[in-house]
C-alpha cells in the first residue's frame, strides 16, 4: 500500500490496491482506479458505506470493465470511494470522509464518483472508471476539471457493478487527456464507431442562462476556432418541459427503481446512511408505481422528441454541465437541496434519453472549475470526442 492510499477518504481500505494487468495491449503503461460499485474477485465492493460492506459477501467474479482495462494492458492501482450507495451528487462521506478536491479545496469534489475524480486530477492514475446515473461522472469532472464522459445507455457492460437505477445506470470514464479518453473508449467499446463532422451546436435557451459570461466566451473561442457555430434552440419550451419538469421527471424514475432494488437492505440498515441521503431514500419511498409509469411515459416522449430533434438538424447539442463551479464545503443544507435541483435538471437530459455527454474542462474562470458538455446521439461517443478535439486545438487537452 503507497502512502496516499492510506487516504480513508479517498481510497477503500478493503482493496484491491494493485493489480497487474494481464495482457499487453493499447493501454500498455496507463494505470487506472475504479468506483467502489464495480467488483473484483475475492474482494468486497463496499458501495461507499460501512455497513453495506460489513453485510455483503466478497464477489466471486470480476467486472468486464475491469477484466478488459486489464486486458488491454493497463495497471489498476486501486479501490476509490464513492458517496453512499452512489446517491449525490456532492462527493461528500460521513463515514470516510470528503476527498479534497485539489483544484478547489474549499469546495465539494462532487459525487458520486469523487473518488475517481480525485485520483485522476492528483496524478495518481491516468485515467479511472465511474458510473453515471444522474451525472456522477459529468458533476465531478467539471468540479476536478477532468474530461468526463457518460457513454451512451448500455454501451460499456455492467456486470458485476452495483445496480442503483436501471433506467439510467451507467459506467463512465475520466482523465485528464482527451486524447487517452479516446484511447480507453476504443478499448472498451465492443462498437466501431465512424467519427461524423459536426459544424453545428445546438444550446437552448432554457439552459444558456446557466452559461457565464466567463464561460460563454471561452465556449465561443473555442467554436470559432473550429469553424463551429452555435444555434440557439427553443426546444424545451416548444415541448411544453422546463428543467424543474425534467429533474422531477428523472427523480420520480430513479427513486422508484432504487426502492424496487434496495428496499429489503435499506428497510434494516437505512438508519446507517448519511441523514441527507435517508431522507432521499424515504421520500423515494412515497413514489406509487402510478407516479412511475406516467413518469416513464413522459420519458419515451421526451426521448422520441430530442433523438427527432437532434437527428434531423444533424448537430450535438451543448449543455452547461453544471449550473456554476462547485459549491463551497460549508454550504448550507437547504441551499444545496435547491442547487441540486437545478444541477439534475441539467444532467437529466441526456440521462432520460440514454445519450452520450462529453465534459470538456474550463479553468481560469471567476466561478472555478466547470465547462461544458457535448451531447449527441447514441453511439456518438466518437463523433463528439472528435468535435472536441476541433474545439480544444491549440488549447492544451
Not at 164 to 178: Q, V
Not at 197 to 221: G, H, N, P, V
Not at 371 to 388: F, K, P, R
Amino acid at each position: 500500500m503507497s502512502t496516499h492510499q492510506r487516504d480513508i477518504s479517498l481510497y477503500c481500505q478493503q482493496g484491491p490496491f494493485q493489480i497487474a494487468p494481464s495482457h499487453q495491449g493499447a493501454l500498455d503503461g496507463y494505470s487506472f482506479v475504479f468506483k467502489d460499485l464495480f467488483d473484483v474477485d475475492g474482494f468486497t465492493t463496499g458501495a461507499g458505506n460501512p455497513t453495506w460492506l460489513a453485510t455483503h459477501p466478497k464477489a466471486q467474479k470480476t467486472s468486464p470493465i475491469i477484466e478488459a482495462l486489464l486486458e488491454q494492458g493497463a495497471s489498476c492501482v486501486g479501490r476509490v470511494q464513492t458517496d453512499e450507495l452512489a446517491y449525490s451528487l456532492n462527493g461528500t462521506n460521513v463515514h470516510y470522509g470528503t476527498p479534497v478536491n485539489p483544484l478547489a479545496p474549499e469546495c465539494i469534489p462532487g459525487g458520486s464518483s469523487s473518488g475517481s475524480a480525485v485520483a485522476v486530477a492528483l496524478g495518481h492514475a491516468d485515467f479511472s472508471i465511474g458510473t453515471d446515473t444522474g451525472g456522477s461522472v459529468r458533476v465531478p469532472a467539471s468540479y476536478c476539471g477532468l474530461y468526463g464522459l457518460r457513454p451512451t445507455l448500455g454501451a460499456l457492460s455492467l456486470k458485476h457493478c452495483f445496480k442503483l437505477s436501471k433506467s439510467f445506470d451507467t459506467a463512465g470514464l475520466f482523465t485528464r487527456d482527451l486524447t487517452l479518453m479516446k484511447t480507453v473508449f476504443e478499448a472498451l467499446n465492443q462498437e466501431q464507431q465512424q467519427a461524423n463532422q459536426i459544424d453545428t451546436l445546438c444550446l437552448d435557451q432554457d439552459i444558456a442562462k446557466f452559461l457565464s459570461k466567463e464561460r460563454l466566451q471561452m465556449l465561443t473561442k473555442w467554436c470559432e476556432s473550429a469553424g463551429i457555430s452555435i444555434k440557439s434552440v427553443r426546444f424545451l419550451a416548444d415541448i411544453g418541459l422546463d428543467l424543474a419538469s425534467l429533474s422531477l421527471m428523472f427523480r420520480t424514475i430513479q427513486g422508484f427503481e432504487i426502492i424496487q432494488t434496495h428496499e429489503q437492505w435499506l428497510s434494516q440498515h437505512g438508519d446507517s446512511l448519511d441523514p441527507r441521503i435517508l431522507e432521499r431514500v424515504q421520500w423515494a419511498r412515497t413514489i406509487t408505481e402510478d407516479d412511475y409509469l406516467s413518469a416513464k411515459s413522459e420519458q419515451a416522449n421526451f426521448t422520441q422528441s430530442l433523438v427527432n430533434c437532434i437527428r434531423m438538424s444533424k448537430v450535438a447539442w451543448l449543455i452547461p454541465t453544471t449550473p456554476m463551479g462547485p459549491p463551497k464545503l460549508d454550504i448550507a443544507d437547504a441551499a444545496l437541496a435547491q442547487y441540486r435541483t437545478e444541477l439534475m435538471g441539467l444532467t437529466s437530459i441526456a440521462g432520460l434519453a440514454g445519450l452520450p455527454q462529453l465534459h470538456l474542462p474550463m479553468s481560469g474562470l471567476p466561478e472555478g472549475p466547470t465547462g461544458v458538455s457535448l451531447m449527441g446521439l447514441a453511439n456518438s461517443e466518437s463523433t463528439l470526442i472528435a468535435t472536441a478535439q476541433r474545439m480544444l486545438e491549440g488549447e492544451v487537452s
